[in-house]
Antibody, heavy 117, light 107 residues
Framework: QVHLQESGPGLVKPSGTLSLTCAVS?????????WNWVRQPPGKGLEWIGE???????FYNPSLKSRVAFYMDKSKNQFYLELTSVSAADTAVYYC??????????WGHGTTVSVSS | EIVMTQSPATLSVSPGERATLSCRAS??????LAWYQQKPGQAPRFLIY???IRATGIPSRFSGSGSGTDFTLTINSLQSEDSAIYYC?????????FGQGTKVEIK
């Protein structure tokens, strides 16, 4: 059973960079899976941020594309999100999730990130 | 970008009754449509994929239907634990997009 765990700083200053880690257990980043990031601002709906393939190929939401980057470290079985030039609008719960071709089947519990000085 | 529109925004249903939720895509997504359930303070839960296939462990009272641009999630014999927000998502094209959600309340 795959398990995902997000981690990162709970507070980021405006104009700074948000960096999050998703640790994967029970599966391998080398498998044919899209590894996803999704976020949810307080009281709002789900926003797809993007996904990364085991080969390193990525797709990003165009609304964030200029500020977001995904990476993976297969030796640690972890993948990462970096979001630059953050503002209060980036305050949200950030989730990592897996997509095996039919939607987001496994989700982490989420990590809350606040952008504030 | 494919825009997903869900209706109604809120649905109030009595226990034991049926809840019918709608999801419409701005262009065809074929059968590439998933449904999720989210309860307060929890991560979304994968309910339905390929428009009508229940995910592992999902009770049979949850059913999905539709194809192309119009989809429905039906919850039969509504139970108190079904109170949640339900989201649809298309995965036929990038960017993957979610509907804005339908909140199901128990009367």
């Amino acid at each position: 059973q795959v398990h995902l765990q997000e981690s990162g700083p709970g507070l980021v200053k405006p104009s700074g960079t948000l960096s999050l880690t998703c640790a994967v257990s029970g599966d391998s980043l080398s498998n044919s899976i899209w590894w996803n990031w999704v976020r949810q601002p307080p009281g709002k709906g789900l926003e797809w941020i993007g996904e990364i393939w085991h080969s390193g190929s990525t797709f990003y939401n165009p609304s964030l594309k200029s500020r977001v980057a995904f990476y993976m470290d297969k030796s640690k079985n972890q993948f990462y999100l970096e979001l630059t030039s953050v503002s209060a609008a980036d305050t949200a719960v950030y989730y990592c999730a897996t997509n095996r071709g039919n939607g987001l089947d496994v989700w982490g519990h989420g990590t809350t990130v606040s952008v504030s000085s | 970008e494919i825009v997903m529109t869900q209706s109604p925004a809120t649905l109030s249903v009595s226990p034991g009754e049926r809840a019918t939720l709608s999801c419409r895509a701005s262009q065809t997504v074929h059968y590439n449509l998933a449904w999720y359930q989210q309860k307060p303070g929890q991560a979304p839960r994968f309910l339905i994929y390929a428009a009508s296939i229940r995910a592992t462990g999902i009770p049979s009272r949850f059913s999905g239907s539709g194809s192309g641009t119009d989809f429905t999630l039906t919850i039969n014999s509504l139970q108190s634990e079904d109170s949640a927000i339900y989201y649809c998502q298309q995965y036929t094209d990038w960017p993957r997009t979610f509907g804005q959600g339908t909140k199901v309340e128990i009367k």
